[in-house]
């Protein structure tokens, strides 16, 4: 069972390894990693297989709200809230 | 300029004379007998990993299907930003002189994803979903118009090699076959113009480029052909099929040694061009 913390843990981690730029430390569940380009359009792909991974349910990216990739904290919002609440409840 | 406008001309006129209606080309069958390979087995993207091997020729054919209809539904997508960009391009000055052709491509690729699309709505009742996300920024000098071609390359290289092995195969499903024929007589036109256009582009704009800019370029273009290639292991595409674990298939399947060099292998044309024009510094594997 994963709670919200172990989701934004598991971004947090993606979203350092696969980008060189960033330190671990740096990156907070707030940065805006489209506009400090630490990920660009290309990895977003990647990054929404995570996405679907960690929440077993499909992005449909013609759907998507503005900044809904903004940072973790949008990330989780978004496309995983739901599910870190039953998790909890469970 | 020249030779872009003498090869725009040739192909104008090869296109004038090898104009197809879209929609009397093909027949379209009420249905189509899935006990069939729509997919060759070779380029089919689970092939070589573990899993393939255990499946019945049954499910082999059946994720086949799928594997078509992703295959198609990726070239609808590249299509549609093909024909906006395309359309952005028509009539501007730098590109005046081939608008002509510029015409031809435009037409072509609209028919193309009446193909695609016939084919998947028809027997599939869907288009697998893009996963293109498109986030602006801001562009050097002529960057956005050479990538633009450049991309437009990889992606219908790729689509080529599929096309290539699919349009004269007997084992594939008839319709599949020749709308994969099809699409490989009008993109070869597509990408003669491509290769030239690129060149142009890349001499006229590159030399006004930091350095910082062409390492950005390049580690783009790289970074759009393995995005590319990631499309073609597609989880919803294995789960259609009747496979579960569909996340760590798609991590099987782009890690096996199999489908490493097949990418290589069908990458190697266009990658091989990029580095003989100086594009790229040395050929990569994805």
Known sequence: MKTQEDMKKELHAWIVKNNAKIKAEELCNDTDIIRERIINSLQIIDLLLFVERLSGTSVEVEQLKPGAFKNIDTIYQNFLERQGDEQCNK | ?286
């Open chain 2, 1 to 286: 300029m020249n030779a872009l406008k003498q090869t725009a001309n040739r192909l104008f006129s090869i296109s004038q004379n090898n104009y197809l209606n879209p929609h009397t080309a093909l027949v379209w069958p009420e249905t189509l007998e899935r006990s069939q390979w729509f997919m060759a087995p070779e380029l089919i993207s689970l092939n070589g990993s573990p899993v393939y091997e255990e499946l019945s020729e049954k499910q082999k054919k059946e994720l086949s299907f799928w594997e078509a209809v992703n295959f198609f539904s990726l070239n609808i997508h590249g299509e549609k930003a093909l024909v906006e960009g395309l359309a952005q391009r028509l009539y501007r000055r730098e590109l005046a002189d081939v608008a002509e052709y510029l015409h031809s491509f435009l037409d072509e690729e609209n028919k193309h994803m009446v193909y695609f699309g016939g084919f998947c709505q028809r027997y599939a009742g869907k288009i697998y979903r893009d996963r293109k996300l498109k986030i602006e920024r801001e562009y050097a000098y002529g960057e956005e118009e050479f990538l633009f071609f450049a991309k437009t390359m990889i992606f219908e290289e790729l689509a080529d090699y599929y096309n290539l092995r699919m349009g004269n195969n007997s084992e594939i499903e008839l319709t599949a076959r020749r709308i994969n024929l099809i699409h490989h007589l009008e993109e070869a036109r597509h990408l003669a113009f491509g290769r030239e256009i690129v060149r142009y582009l890349f001499n006229k704009f590159a030399a006004h480029w930091t350095g910082e800019v062409l390492q950005n370029v390049r580690h783009y273009l790289l970074s759009y052909l393995e995005a590319t290639w990631k499309e073609y292991y597609n989880p919803d595409v294995y789960r259609d099929a009747g496979l579960d674990e569909v996340f760590d298939l798609v991590d099987q399947a782009w890690h096996s040694s199999a489908s490493k060099k097949h990418r290589q292998q069908a990458s190697f044309r266009c990658v091989d061009f990029f580095v003989k024009e100086g594009i790229l510094e040395k050929n990569l594997v994805v």
